[in-house]
């Protein structure tokens, strides 16, 4: 069965520090990964996907198929990546989600 | 380009009663998608249409809720009758067809709180 975990529910950095929001996932087949935000207000949207390689926002995440992980790494925080973040996976037509890490950067 | 839109944005409504959610998926997406995310919990997926047929239900809690895309074009979500656990956020997502993985788009969500 797929599953997504995110352990932290809730993070919190100091503005300018590094931030590591955690996501560890368990799929049989090839896994397809992404990281999806939702800011105050706003809707779910595609943050980045593990096979474009491309970084947004300053964010970045690496496939790591050995610890079944797929981390989201920002090495300066700023005020305004404080958001819900979803690692989710796909399969098909159907992602899975993990239950949200809440992140809160502090001025 | 619109994207996905939802209606209504927030419901609260009795133990019993009924509620109907609607979506409007992008314009020329034939994928169409609810899940939901009960407090505390991770985001579920519901069903998916591929343009009106249901491609996939397996994620329906229970026969109190009915989902239908009747032409292909905008889709309902009908909790018939409500419970408390229905409380939470209902999203509708679509995407284009044909493609493995491919990004979906999620509208805004309603919100369902059941008193």
């Known amino acids: 069965a797929q599953r997504v975990t995110q352990p932290e529910k809730l993070l919190s950095v100091f503005k300018g520090a590094p931030v590591e929001l955690k996501c560890n996932y368990s799929?049989?087949?090839?896994?397809?990964l992404f990281w999806y935000v939702q800011y105050s207000r706003q809707r779910l949207q595609l943050l980045l996907r593990h096979i474009s390689r491309e970084s947004i926002k300053g964010f970045t995440a690496d496939l790591n198929k050995g610890e079944t992980s797929f981390h989201l790494k920002k090495p300066f925080a700023q005020e305004e990546d404080s958001a819900m973040y979803y690692c989710a996976l796909s399969r098909g037509n159907q992602f899975y989600f993990g239950t949200g890490t809440s992140l809160t950067v502090i001025p | 380009e619109a994207g996905v839109t939802q209606f209504p944005s927030h419901s609260v409504i009795e133990k019993g009663q009924t509620v109907t959610l609607r979506c409007d998926p992008i314009s020329g997406h034939d994928n169409l998608y609810w899940y939901r995310r009960v407090m505390g919990k991770e985001i579920k997926f519901l069903l998916h249409f591929v343009k009106e047929s249901k491609q996939d239900e397996s994620g329906m809690p229970n026969n109190r809720f009915l989902a239908e895309r009747t032409g292909g074009t905008y889709s309902t979500l009908k909790v018939q009758p409500a419970e408390l656990e229905d409380s939470g956020v209902y999203f509708c997502?679509?995407?284009?067809?044909?493609?493995?993985?491919?990004?979906?788009?999620f509208g805004e969500g309603s919100w369902l709180t059941v008193v």
């Open positions: 997502a679509s995407s284009q067809a044909g493609y493995s993985g491919n990004t979906i788009y």
């Open positions: 799929y049989s087949g090839s896994p397809e």
